[in-house]
């Protein structure tokens, strides 16, 4: 039998907005896997590609293995998926699995649902490269912020009064109606929200720049008197404009919510869910696709009239961003962030100190294990000898096989392990 358990090399992708050299958690956890691997100290290293994704598929470490990539093994063995995942999943990996380490914003953006999908890469698929969905979950390895969703309404509205310069761009008309919307009636509320954001979003470009630049010279003024600006988001505004000036994804800060995860902590991103991710280190895992809606914070294609007909504007306050973990009830090690789709579940495997052999158990599903870490020898059936795993180490595992980990670190281990739970 060929090994069905092996080592991955995984692919870095150098977008501007990564941390550079040694400050990414992407660049650290590569250069303690490979000591071979230089480290540029002015390059952005944002994020790590552990999957079969065709523009990022991960090479295989192993020389008894006669195929190059991961995506070329599985199709070569799509049982090593697991019955259920084959099936469902066409014989492809139904997830990525990403480390990413962010400087700066990202775009706003959201992610169509599959109805969707399938009509925005039928019409423009030069910008919407395949039919399916990319729901997403984030969790923090350093702290870590985002926008996600929708602010709860009082928070926009006292925004609206506060902020001459948005309440300019948005409108009195639809400003007034957003204020006069009751909470006893949630679809008039979100119609509301839908009037404004699209106002915002759609608003002419001199005119919003002019907007901003005000916004950005008064909020300057007022942090240079020692003023608090917090009421009007200064801090986060003026970073955002600094990163990207005149970009009209600076006001967005009004509308999303402000969501700070401590390491461990998810948000999951369902489709149509606005968001943006700001700053810090994450494992994330995602459904196989490339679609993502942009309208701002960003250079790349922008289609803000999609993004205002596709979101969901359900306001709801930044606590119910965070998506809880549970505690596995067959191993207190495993934490489990099982969100409301098939494509991907996340546990994260926390082996106390006391614990020298630890076994990681079998799933029915193809899994890849990241090591955050902690040092430890594995051994498996289905691997072709043993295994030395470090901080930065990925390892694949076919469905139904297991690892005992033989641990030589005094401080026990951390370990991601993203699979297809069905």
């Not at 358990?5 to 870095?12: A, K, R, T, Y």
Request: proline letters at 8%.
């Amino acid at each position: 039998f060929p090994p069905a358990v092996f080592p991955l090399s995984c692919p870095v992708q150098s977008y501007s907005w990564g941390k550079v050299g040694l400050e990414s958690e992407v660049a650290k956890l590569l250069a303690s896997s490979d000591p071979l691997v230089q480290i540029q100290p002015d390059q952005p290293y944002a994020e790590l590609w552990m999957g079969a994704h065709p523009r990022g598929d991960a090479v295989i470490r192993d020389n008894r293995i006669s195929q190059k990539t991961l995506g070329q093994w599985i199709a070569d063995n799509p049982a090593c998926l697991g019955a259920k995942v084959k099936d469902a999943f066409q014989g492809h990996l139904p997830f990525l699995f990403k480390v990413l380490s962010v400087n700066t914003a990202l775009s706003i953006q959201a992610h169509p649902n599959k109805e969707l999908a399938a009509k925005l890469h039928a019409q423009f698929p030069e910008h919407y490269p395949d039919t399916n969905h990319k729901p997403e979950m984030a969790i923090a390895l350093t702290p870590f912020e985002g926008l996600c969703g929708f602010r709860p309404v009082e928070e926009i509205v006292s925004f609206l009064q506060t902020i001459p310069e948005l309440r300019a761009l948005i409108g009195e008309v639809a400003a007034e109606q957003l204020e006069r919307s009751g909470s006893d009636d949630p679809r008039g509320v979100s119609a509301a929200l839908r009037v404004c954001f699209t106002r915002l979003m759609k608003s002419e470009k001199k005119f919003f720049v002019d907007q901003l630049n005000m916004l950005v010279k008064r909020i300057s003024r007022e942090a240079a008197e020692g003023k608090d600006t917090s009421g009007s988001n200064g801090d986060l505004l003026l970073r955002l404009h600094s990163q990207y000036p005149g970009d009209i994804g600076c006001f967005t800060i009004y509308f999303l919510n402000l969501v700070r995860l401590e390491p461990g902590e998810a948000m999951f991103l369902g489709a149509n869910e606005p968001h943006a991710y700001l700053h810090g280190d994450c494992v994330e895992c995602m459904a196989c696709s490339d679609n993502t809606v942009r309208a701002g914070l960003t250079p790349k294609f922008i289609d803000v009239l999609t993004l205002c007909e596709m979101l969901n504007y359900t306001p709801a306050p930044s606590s119910s961003k965070i998506f809880p973990a549970t505690q596995s009830q067959l191993d207190p090690s495993v934490y489990l962030y099982d969100p409301p789709v098939p494509d991907f579940t996340i546990m994260r495997i926390e082996i106390p100190p006391t614990i020298k052999l630890y076994l990681v158990s079998a799933v029915d599903s193809a899994s890849i294990l990241l090591v955050i870490q902690g040092t430890a020898v594995g051994t498996s059936t289905a691997a072709a000898s043993e295994m030395t795993l470090r901080r930065g180490s990925v390892l694949f595992i076919s469905a139904n096989e297991s690892i005992s980990l033989h641990l030589s670190s005094p401080d026990g281990m951390l370990l991601f392990r993203a699979c297809c739970l069905l």
